[in-house]
């Protein structure tokens, strides 16, 4: 029997009021799923009554957030990311996840409980879930040995002149005012440790997802790509990005599928409760059969004014496909309409 697995992009229910209101446009698709899993973009928290509201912090309701996750469907969630900040709400989160018997990963009270991954079995098969981030603050955001924060892998950036001819549309340097082509990578000793992390996980579960915290608009990075490859290369069976709130391509390395950026999956007040446009994400599933995935495909989604998540028509959706198939076929991935989802293969 094969397990029915949904990812999600950013989860974010801050200023929500009532725990009907997110989802229930797409409760009956969540529901089907054997699981779900999710980027929690909050803390499950409620702040001193003193918190000044320009202060840094995405703060939901742990009750009626809590229940929202519940009703749908969200099994686990991942904590890895910039938005997940302070030791007091951190550690205020994970024991309401506790409370509501949600599993987590990406953050906690110190290095070895930000990096425990999420072991969860269904059907007899053991399904292991880790988090990191590479967007987060440079004070106090990090756990340490000793201190909380959340799971990260560093990523760095240089601007190099362009000596060579790297990409077609940028002229030769003999030109005064050229600018820099930017470069980005993953620090090494980070990457070895989620290597390692992700081959142990491997050795005691059927299938390990890796969730990523990265990004910067719509490009994939090259740092992405070498994260991305590393944890394949470990182990993993399947690679998801979030954090741009922005839709990227998939790639097919080594029959291995990565998602680069799910967008937003509810998302609408952000920084300075600045209301998040008319954004779409992407929902993949995944079809885990005995010992190979069986089936991807992915369904994009929009939010309404009203905070409702829900599927869009895909008729008016040919922009947003056309760029991901384009993009896509050039990672290894083909991707074609099959009626309200779109299907994901290996391009040929």
Known sequence: MSIELLLTGDVNLMNLTDPNVPFRLITQTLSKADLVFSNLECCLFNPPK??????????????????????????GV?????????????TASIAALDQLGLGHTGAGENLAQATKPWIVEINGKKIGFVARTSVY???????????????????????????HKVQADIPPMNRPGIPPVIVTWADAKYIEGFKAQITALKSECDWVVASCHWGLWTEVLEYMTEIAHAAIDAGADIVFGHGPHE????????????FYGLGSF???????????????????????????IENIDFRLVRHNDHNETYF?????????????????????AHLY???????VTLAN
């Open 137 to 163: 603050w440079n004070t106090h955001h990090e756990a340490r040995e000793n201190s909380g924060g959340v799971a990260v892998i560093r990523g760095h950036t240089a601007y190099q002149v362009p000596a």
């Open 247 to 258: 839709s990227l391509p998939v790639e097919i390395y080594k029959g291995k599928p990565i």
């Open 266 to 292: 509810s998302f609408h007040t952000g920084h300075n409760g600045r209301k998040h446009g008319d954004w779409v994400g992407i929902m993949p599933s995944f079809s885990l059969g005995e010992n190979n």
């Open 312 to 332: 869009p028509d895909l008729k008016h959706e040919s922009e947003t496909i056309e760029r991901l198939q384009k993009e896509s076929s050039r990672l290894g």
């Open 78 to 90: 991942g904590l890895a990311n910039n938005v997940n900040y302070g030791e007091q709400a951190i």
């Open 50 to 75: 003193n918190h000044s509201v320009d202060n840094e912090g995405f703060y939901a309701d742990p009750v009626v957030a809590g229940q929202a996750l519940s009703l749908a469907n969200i099994k």
């Open 337 to 343: 309409l099959n009626g309200e989802c779109i299907q």
